[in-house]
């Protein structure tokens, strides 16, 4: 059975496709998307004693960039795509 977490090796596996001068950030909340930049790692325990890595945004005060773009939350499937409304004819002004 496949975890459903994502272990060190998916997340290595999914960055070397990646260009490695790309900043790094993490998006956070589903139902208020944010983003956050990546400035540590930090290797654990979890309540279990397993070994866990967390990777954390920074202590500045700018860590939190702000809202995630919209087609970021779309690719994650956090949002729908929006459409813009249909367009109406224009009504012509009757003389």
């Known amino acids: 059975m496949e975890s459903p977490e994502m272990n060190v090796g998916d997340l290595v596996a999914l960055l070397s496709t990646c260009d490695p001068n790309t900043p790094l950030r993490l998006a956070m909340n589903p139902y208020f ?5 990546l400035a540590q790692l930090v290797e654990s ?22 809202p995630l773009p919209p087609e970021a939350a779309v690719a994650l499937t956090w949002q729908r795509p929006v459409q813009a409304a249909p367009r109406r004819p224009r009504r012509i002004a009757s003389a």
Do not use: C, F, K, N
């Open 33 to 37: 998307p944010m983003a956050h930049r």
């Open 45 to 66: 325990v979890d309540e279990t004693g397993r070994p866990v890595v967390y990777l954390a945004e920074g202590p500045d005060a700018d860590s939190q960039i702000g």
